[in-house]
């Protein structure tokens, strides 16, 4: 469980790279601020079990994917959080 915590903590920074990889705007930490929230919601979510709030933070819920391992890609608010559901059961 550990593991796959990690794997999507993960994902969600490799998300965010296209902001990391480009020259440092004037607001860099702003946005570092951003991503340092996005992960502590990530992880009091996980943490509560929360599949609801946890789907919401993939692109705002709607357009989000969630690519595990050896399963079929999970699209959107209610697969994401479908999915999350099966994994805290």
Not at 14 to 34: H, K
């Amino acid at each position: 469980m550990k593991y796959f915590s990690s794997l999507v903590s993960a994902a969600l920074l490799a998300a965010t790279n296209f902001l990391v990889g480009q020259a440092a705007p004037a607001n860099s930490d702003r946005l570092a601020e951003e991503i340092r929230d996005l992960c502590e919601k990530y992880s009091v979510a996980y943490g509560a079990k929360d599949a609801s709030t946890i789907a919401s933070l993939f692109f705002g819920g709607r357009y989000g994917v969630m690519m595990p391992p050896n399963a079929p890609a999970a699209v959107g608010r209610e697969a994401i959080k479908s999915r999350y559901q099966s994994f805290f059961a």
